[in-house]
Nanobody, 115 residues
């Protein structure tokens, strides 16, 4: 079992920035793929960014050039640096971890961008 604890959400004005953190409970963090997803009201959950155990990254087109995903193996933590935020980035952001055939989710953290 893997527990994921997220932090860093909040309210920010358009053009501002936030950094989300997600800490995993297991030392197997180094072999887990990690990701961030988001879900806006009335919409399906969508991929934001992923990072493999080797550090290869992938981004949704809507956040390329503005968001950066990274991971700290010593702290079992994955980050999502979000710059140039837009009102359409408003959503609950969820951390995701994949370990072998299992998938785990965090509880979500609210990000609200005001215009």
């Amino acid at each position: 079992q893997v527990q994921l604890v997220e932090s860093g959400g909040g309210l920010v004005q358009a053009g501002g920035f936030l950094r989300l953190s997600c800490t995993a409970s297991r030392s197997a963090f180094s072999i887990m793929s990690m990701g961030w997803y988001r879900q806006a009201p009335g919409k399906q959950r969508e991929l934001v960014a992923t990072i493999t155990s080797r550090g290869n990254t992938n981004y949704a087109d809507s956040v390329k050039g503005r968001f950066t995903i990274s991971r700290d193996y010593a702290k079992n933590t994955v980050y999502l640096q979000m710059n140039s935020l837009k009102p359409e980035d408003t959503a609950v952001y969820y951390c995701n971890a994949g370990l072998r055939s299992a998938v785990y989710w965090g509880q979500g953290t609210q990000v609200t961008v005001s215009s």
